[in-house]
């Protein structure tokens, strides 16, 4: 059984940071890509940032050079640390991890940035 768990979100100031975790049980770890997504009200969910099995990363524009997205091999767990936050990246962020061919969803966890 595959379970995703995301943690971390809360409330915080425009410019602060937040590091967003996510555990990933029940998929090869070593090869699963990872990634992070956001949903806000009234838009589509959209990609933030992923991570593949040797670490490439990519990002979308909104959030290069402000958000970092690592993997634990260790740990089999991935972080979305998030710098400069701004009011427009307040969302519900969801992680997710691809194994065979399906795509697994965590519950998703609230970032509010208050400006």
């Known amino acids: 059984q595959v379970h995703v768990v995301e943690s971390g979100g809360g409330l915080v100031q425009a410019g602060g940071s937040l590091k967003l975790s996510c555990a990933v049980a029940?998929?090869?770890?070593?090869?699963?890509?990872l990634a992070w997504y956001r949903q806000a009200p009234g838009n589509q969910r959209e990609l933030v940032a992923g991570?593949?099995?040797?670490?490439?990363?990519n990002y979308a524009d909104s959030v290069k050079d402000r958000f970092t997205i690592s993997r634990d091999w260790k740990w089999n767990k991935v972080y979305l640390q998030m710098n400069s936050l701004r009011s427009e990246d307040t969302a519900v962020y969801y992680c997710?991890?691809?194994?065979?061919?399906?795509?697994?969803w965590g519950q998703g966890t609230q970032v509010t940035v208050s400006s």
């Open positions: 029940g998929v090869n770890f070593k090869i699963a890509p």
């Open positions: 991570i593949t099995s040797d670490g490439t990363t």
């Open positions: 997710n991890a691809r194994g065979g061919g399906v795509s697994f």
